[in-house]
């Protein structure tokens, strides 16, 4: 009971203390917004370029390695197996000169009797899909050693490049998010401290009548909470209809193309939802305690 007493006094006063701010309160939620807004429009560009990029390497994952003419069946199966043991490999598939010969013919359509008549030039080979496109290298060095192996065709430049890219947009977006938290840290910090120098003199008192630092600090977290909740949940609102009416746009005929690339809002909400409530209520909860850090020390 007393517990409860407790938190249902916590939870008054700290109201009151945004209400008795309210415009610092409402300066403050804005803020708060509009930076996990900036960080939802930075997050939602990186999920799609992650997309894009898993899409890109459904691609590119694949290293395909053609054998010399006097392998035999049996050396063909045991060579399979062998290759499914390396490291980064998910997938060996064995493709025989006759099936891509069908596969070559089925590509140029109406041109394919063009193949007729002829000698298959093709090799037999092995289709070999990867785990990840950074496990390339160590895949493509291990297949080297392989002496039935005449030739190996991966797309190395491509991969380096998507490898690039990928981390780059990994640390531009760890830092912006780095950099946008800390200015809504900021932000909530100097809101509390307002109510903090308002309300300086009754903390002394509080203090000197023996009140905890703990029963002091309560308030202004639950302050700092609601303050950093409110406006996780009005960025969260304005991210969601805005990417979902964008979306929307690209159901266009005009952008077909681009749209199969980019992720529907059903896809990224509960990501994005996630993130804002946990970096909302966080800030709200450390900008409180690190501004009453001060005056608590009477």
């Keep these: 009971m007393r517990m409860m007493n407790s938190m249902i006094y916590n939870i008054k006063e700290g109201v009151r203390g945004i209400l008795k701010n309210g415009t610092m309160s ?11 807004f900036i960080l939802g429009i930075v997050l ?65 359509g109406e041109d394919a009797y063009l193949l007729e008549g002829i000698d298959n030039p093709l090799q037999n080979s092995f289709i070999i899909s990867i785990e ?16 039935e192996i005449e030739d190996i065709k991966y797309y190395k430049d491509i991969i380096d490049k998507l490898i690039n890219i990928s ?11 780095t950099l946008l938290s800390m200015l809504s840290l900021f932000i909530i910090s100097n809101t509390v401290k307002l109510a903090l120098h308002a309300r300086k003199k009754e903390i002394n008192i509080m203090k000197y009548i023996g009140a905890t630092d703990w029963f002091i600090r309560w308030p202004f977290i639950i302050e700092g909470i609601v303050l950093g909740g409110l406006g996780s949940a009005l960025a969260f609102g304005i991210i969601y209809f805005s990417y979902d009416g964008i979306y929307e746009k690209l159901g266009d005929p005009t952008y077909s193309a681009f749209a199969e690339y980019v992720l529907p809002i059903s896809q990224i909400s509960s990501t994005l939802a996630t993130i804002f409530v946990v970096m909302g209520i966080s800030i709200g909860v450390l900008g409180s305690i690190f501004s ?6 009477v």
């Excluded at 290759?83 to 596969?103: N, P």
């Excluded at 496109?133 to 080297?144: I, P, Q």
């Excluded at 009453?292 to 020390?297: F, Q």
Aim: aromatic share 6%.
């Design 132 to 147: 990840s496109l950074e496990d390339a290298d160590y895949v493509v060095s291990s297949l080297r050693n392989y002496t």
């Design 26 to 36: 409402i300066a403050s939620i804005g803020s708060v917004a509009a930076s996990l």
């Design 292 to 297: 009453l850090r001060k005056y608590l020390r």
């Design 167 to 177: 981390n780059t947009i990994r640390t531009v977006g760890l830092i912006l998010i």
């Design 44 to 108: 939602s560009i990186v999920l799609n370029i992650n997309n894009i990029m898993l899409l890109a390497q459904q691609q590119f994952d694949k290293v395909q390695v053609f054998l010399h003419e006097d392998i035999n069946e049996k050396d063909i199966l045991a060579m399979r197996e062998s290759i499914k043991d390396i490291d980064g490999v998910s997938k060996v598939e064995f493709e025989s000169k006759d099936d891509a010969l069908k596969k070559l013919k089925e590509r140029w």
